[in-house]
């Protein structure tokens, strides 16, 4: 009985130093990462938040000064602490600044060497390359907040949503793909309005956008629209059979092979007796639902 207590006892304060540990471990990190076999280093920053007990997501910084300009890759890390050692795998670039695109990819992985004592935590180790062996950079960091920067929420947001157009943009169907789109983004609600007919013209057009700017329209779960480009050429669709005392559903998703375009988008809806004018923003950022609702007879 009394070895029993000590077991319980034992793996208790094991669960608890561990939460400490993870908890001790939140914050805002600097140091520096030197290439192996090279003079070269960069300024590095680790943005660590906690997600659950032993699992920490992050935004992990590289940061040079070329030419007299600042160059710099933002990644989203995402990783577990076990046995002392933090290992955090890659899971996006979330920003590349005067850097050529895919410069940023020269890691998969960082895996660290965790030192919590009563000084600030320091975390040692390497930038693991893609191969999962060689490792290419010798890093140190060290805690300077237990806070972290008031932006680091948004730009794990943004990670995450980079990946998510990655699936999107790599679906193996289309049917997948406008599945995603629906589950994968936030659709905002633009707009309601009832009209008196049971019929009515739905023009769309995107000046201002590129012609790789693909937009599709789903007309309640009814595929109308795919893919087209609206910079090229207006779009026009009819709506028939609306009931009396029904609700249309008009979704509108974007396609683009860049992850940051957010083009203006002109939908006019016309019907018997009446119209209404809308622009707004139709992107790989958010879907956009207008709600007809037709008038009771």
């Known amino acids: 009985m009394r070895f029993l207590s000590f077991l319980v006892l034992f793996l208790f304060t094991i669960a608890s130093l561990s939460a400490q540990q993870t908890n001790a471990l939140r914050g805002f990190y600097t140091g520096e990462a030197k290439i192996i076999g ?13 997600e659950e007990e032993t699992t920490f997501a992050g935004i992990f910084r590289l940061r040079a000064i070329e030419n007299n300009q600042v160059t710099g890759c933002d990644y989203l890390v995402s990783g ?12 996006s670039v979330v920003k590349e600044t ?47 907040d ?31 793909r406008i599945a995603m789109m629906l589950s994968y983004r936030p659709t905002e609600l633009v707009d309601s309005v009832e009209i008196s007919s049971g019929e009515a013209i739905l023009e769309i057009e995107a000046p201002d956008a590129d012609l790789y700017h693909k937009l599709t329209l789903l007309v309640n779960d009814n595929v109308v629209i795919f ?12 709506l028939v059979d609306l009931p009396p ?20 988008v002109q939908v006019v809806l016309i019907w018997d007796g ?24």
Do not use: M
């Open 38 to 50: 090279q003079r070269t280093q960069f300024g590095v920053q680790l943005d660590l938040v906690e």
């Open 80 to 91: 577990i602490l076990e046995d002392g050692k933090l290992n955090l795998n890659l899971l």
């Open 98 to 144: 005067n850097v050529p695109s895919g410069g940023c990819n020269i890691f998969s992985s960082i895996k660290l060497a965790v030192e919590v004592k009563e000084a600030a935590p320091k975390l040692k180790g390497n930038l693991i390359a893609y191969s999962g062996r060689d490792n290419i950079a010798k890093v140190e960091l060290e805690r300077i």
């Open 146 to 176: 237990r806070e972290n920067s008031f932006t680091v929420e948004e730009e794990i947001r943004e990670g995450k949503r980079i990946i998510a157009e990655t699936y999107i943009a790599n679906a193996p169907d289309d049917s997948v």
């Open 227 to 238: 893919n087209k480009a609206p910079k090229q050429q207006g779009i026009r669709v009819r």
């Open 245 to 264: 005392g029904g609700r249309t559903e008009l979704f509108f998703l974007c396609y683009h092979y860049l992850l940051t375009v957010n083009y203006p």
């Open 274 to 297: 009446g119209s209404k004018r809308w622009e707004f923003p139709v992107s790989v950022f958010q879907n956009k639902r207008l709600l007809i609702k037709r008038a009771e007879e």
